[in-house]
């Protein structure tokens, strides 16, 4: 049968994944898709990088533009990146009728409500596996295998670089910048790492998750987002001797009045399965009405993981390209014409649980002004510890779990904590899912 004809923009590391896996198995491939997947073009600016990587089998181009206005390309892959020209590429080549693969989750977090309508518009599918958890099927799930279910909440560690550096400061007890510049030596962080640590990436993968599980437009500007860069290694320890671990966790969640969209490190039970995943690996958690907890687990970079997410894409597009639009999986799950206007909460409505950890002067009624705020505030205490000073030192630490509130009240409280004479400085506050 005639080949489905790809242009590939971008044979960096996803994409030469992507021309690699494609050679070596392109007979099962081409089993399950019921016709060949051939890569007819290349675009890249690197030419002669290009050519050495596809051995010169396929014809190279510097002009990604030529290669979306070809009448011979059925499906364009866009694995550049950013916002700019790989947003005019993924709009020229829909308005060309072509279908779309893509890896950038910060295109479709930012602008995927209107990539999604040009698709609808033209009847053309934009597939986005590779987008979300690298190989992890976690978007083939929520579109597909969970259709039954009224989604509660999510809960994924979707960047492999913030939970390598915590899994490396909680075994090495080592500071964060210690271990970013180690993990950007052997090449596990990016040169500019922004993105990763600041918690931006995961907010554009758990954005993309949250419209996908609640049938919502996409609102990566909507998210709350906190990264790991202010984390220590005192308050990983702490933690644990509550039994606990700390993750950078996306977590988007149902409640009554809106949806939580929200990244932040996040303390974690340590007897939970997610709370052990190590290293680079992702894992995302669904909680969902009928099938109960599901958890996907996988790698969530690499060349060849990611390949095989953007080669699923792949082998769909081409079993439903002769298909009637109309009757293809939705975008973003849901219908267009049915999506819900469920407001993103602001993060004051969010409840969740907290760990504090403040510094006193270690001198009777010091606990009782403490705990007497929180009581005050109707806040619960779950657990506490208290530290004896150091040696020849007058400050004490005390840490403290509460039970869930509101995040307005916590922050009320701890203004009020804040303000007593006998606390040092500022309250560390991060929040705990049970995550049950
Ligand atoms: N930089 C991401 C990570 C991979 O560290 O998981 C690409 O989304």
Same mark, same amino acid.
């Given at each position: 049968m005639k080949p489905i004809k790809v242009g590939l923009l971008g044979i960096g590391t996803v994409g030469s994944g992507v021309f690699t896996v494609l050679a070596r198995n392109a007979e099962e491939i081409s089993r399950r898709a019921g016709r060949p997947i051939t890569i007819a073009v290349v675009a890249d600016k690197a030419v002669e990088r290009a050519r050495e990587i596809t051995g010169g089998q396929v014809r190279i181009t510097d002009d990604a533009y030529s290669v979306v206005a070809d009448p011979e390309i059925d499906i364009v892959v866009e694995l550049i990146g950013g916002y700019t020209i790989a947003r005019e590429l993924v709009l020229a080549a829909i308005e060309n009728g072509k279908h779309v693969v893509t890896a950038n989750k910060a295109l479709l977090a930012t602008h995927g409500n209107s990539i999604f309508a040009a698709a609808q518009k033209k009847g053309v599918m934009v597939a986005f596996e590779a987008a979300v958890a690298g190989g992890v099927p976690i978007i083939k799930a929520l579109r597909e295998g969970l259709t039954a279910n009224r989604i509660e909440w999510i809960a994924g560690i979707i960047n492999g670089t913030t939970n390598y550096i915590l899994s490396e400061m909680r075994d090495k007890g080592l500071a964060f910048d210690e271990v970013l510049r180690a993990a950007?030596?052997?090449?596990?962080?990016?040169?500019?790492?922004?993105?990763?640590?600041?918690?931006?990436?995961?907010?554009?993968?758990?954005?993309?998750?949250?419209?996908?599980?609640?049938?919502?437009?996409?609102?990566?500007?909507?998210?709350?987002?906190?990264?790991?860069?202010?984390?220590?290694?005192?308050?990983?320890?702490?933690?644990?001797?509550?039994?606990?671990?700390?993750?950078?966790?996306?977590?988007?969640?149902?409640?009554?009045?809106?949806?939580?969209?929200?990244?932040?490190?996040? #303390?974690?039970?340590?007897? %939970?399965?997610? /709370?052990?995943? *190590?290293?680079?690996?992702? $894992?995302? =958690?669904?909680?969902?009405? @009928?099938?109960?907890?599901?958890?996907?687990?996988?790698?969530?970079?690499?060349?060849?993981?990611?390949?095989?997410?953007?080669?699923?894409?792949?082998?769909?597009?081409?079993r439903l390209h002769t298909a009637d639009p109309e009757h293809r999986v939705p975008h973003l799950a849901f219908r267009p014409d049915?999506?819900?206007?469920?407001?993103?909460?602001?993060?004051?409505?969010?409840?969740?649980?907290?760990?504090?950890?403040?510094?006193?002067?270690?001198?009777?009624?010091? #606990?009782?002004?403490?705990? %007497?705020?929180? /009581?005050?505030? *109707?806040?619960?205490?779950? $657990?506490? =510890?208290?530290?004896?000073? @150091?040696?020849?030192?007058?400050?004490?630490?005390?840490i403290m779990l509460t039970h869930r509130c509101l995040e307005k009240r916590i922050n009320a409280a701890i203004a009020r904590i804040e303000s007593l004479a006998a606390v040092r400085g500022d309250v560390v506050r991060l929040r705990l899912e049970q995550l049950q």
């Open positions: 950007q030596q052997l090449g596990y962080a990016e040169a500019d790492p922004t993105f990763d640590i600041e918690g931006v990436d995961a907010a554009h993968k758990i954005t993309l998750l949250s419209a996908l599980a609640f049938g919502i437009p996409v609102q990566f500007d909507k998210a709350y987002v906190e990264g790991i860069t202010k984390l220590t290694a005192e308050d990983i320890t702490y933690a644990e001797q509550f039994g606990y671990r700390i993750k950078l966790l996306g977590i988007t969640r149902r409640q009554a009045n809106g949806v939580e969209l929200r990244v932040h490190p996040t #303390l974690v039970p340590e007897r %939970r399965l997610i /709370a052990n995943v *190590e290293g680079v690996m992702n $894992a995302v =958690l669904v909680q969902a009405d @009928a099938v109960g907890a599901t958890l996907y687990y996988g790698r969530g970079a690499g060349s060849e993981p990611t390949a095989s997410a953007v080669i699923a894409d792949l082998v769909d597009v081409t049915r999506m819900a206007d469920l407001p993103i909460l602001p993060m004051e409505e969010v409840v969740t649980s907290y760990y504090l950890r403040l510094r006193v002067e270690d001198k009777p009624g010091v #606990l009782a002004d403490v705990t %007497r705020i929180l /009581a005050d505030d *109707e806040i619960s205490i779950d $657990a506490m =510890l208290q530290k004896e000073p @150091a040696e020849g030192e007058d400050q004490a630490d005390i």
